[in-house]
């Protein structure tokens, strides 16, 4: 069965620090990765997804994620924190059947202090 | 242009009442999902639908959960006789095309507390 981990609860950088938010997956075959970000209150927007092709993607906000196949794992990537990007963090892979739905991370909580 | 609207965005619900959550997908995207939310948890899947089918629903915790899409766009899930293990965020999600590589885009969720 598909799976994801985020095996941080919270990760906290001071701004202007580079961070990383860690995900490993578990999937067969080639995965579909992507990573969204949730603000109080707010639904899910989308950051970047990994389909094929270069390991490394660059997404909105400065982000970028790289995709490591033998390691399985899918770690979201910023050079500089700003304190905006406070704000809990998603990893999601896409469900190996017809449909496409996500299976999610627990998620990891970012705080970016001044 | 609008992005995925949902209604209303809190709702309180004594036990054992019923509850309808409205789903509006941006306009034309095929693909229509919900998830569930708890408190502190990642987002898990309830339905699919592509068009007005409704083509997975592994998901729905149980048989009080109902969803449909009618005509291919708006999208209601009810939840009759609300227990308060249904307490979450409900999220809906469309995207353009079945089955793709496309991202999905969320909606703001309906928050429901069942008291």
């Known amino acids: 069965a598909q799976s994801v981990a985020q095996p941080e609860d919270q990760v906290n950088v001071a701004e202007g620090n580079p961070l990383t938010v860690k995900c490993t997956y578990s999937?067969?075959?080639?995965?579909?990765l992507f990573w969204y970000v949730q603000y109080p209150n707010r639904g899910l927007q989308f950051l970047l997804k990994?389909?094929?092709?270069?390991?490394l993607v660059k997404g909105s906000y400065g982000f970028e994620a790289e995709f490591n196949k033998s390691q399985t794992s899918f770690h979201l990537k910023k050079p500089s924190a700003l304190v905006s990007d406070s704000a809990l963090y998603f990893c999601?892979?896409?469900?190996?059947?017809?449909?496409?739905?996500?299976?999610f991370g627990q998620g990891t909580t970012l705080q970016v202090k001044p | 242009g609008a992005g995925v609207s949902q209604s209303p965005r809190y709702k309180v619900a004594k036990r054992g009442q019923d509850v309808a959550l409205r789903c509006d997908p941006i306009?034309?995207?095929?693909?229509l999902f919900w998830y569930q939310q708890a408190l502190g948890q990642g987002p898990e899947f309830l339905t699919y639908?592509?068009?007005?089918?409704?083509?997975?629903k592994s998901g729905l915790p149980s048989d009080r959960f109902f969803a449909e899409r009618p005509e291919g766009s708006v999208s209601t899930l009810k939840i009759q006789r609300t227990q308060q293990e249904d307490s979450a965020v409900y999220l809906c999600?469309?995207?353009?095309?079945?089955?793709?590589?496309?991202?999905?885009?969320f909606g703001p969720g309906t928050r429901l507390t069942v008291t």
């Open positions: 999600a469309s995207s353009p095309l079945a089955g793709s590589s496309y991202e999905q885009y």
């Open positions: 999937v067969s075959g080639n995965p579909y």
């Open positions: 990994y389909i094929t092709g270069d390991n």
């Open positions: 999601a892979v896409r469900d190996t059947g017809n449909t496409g739905k996500l299976i």
């Open positions: 306009s034309g995207h095929v693909s």
């Open positions: 639908f592509q068009n007005e089918a409704q083509l997975d």
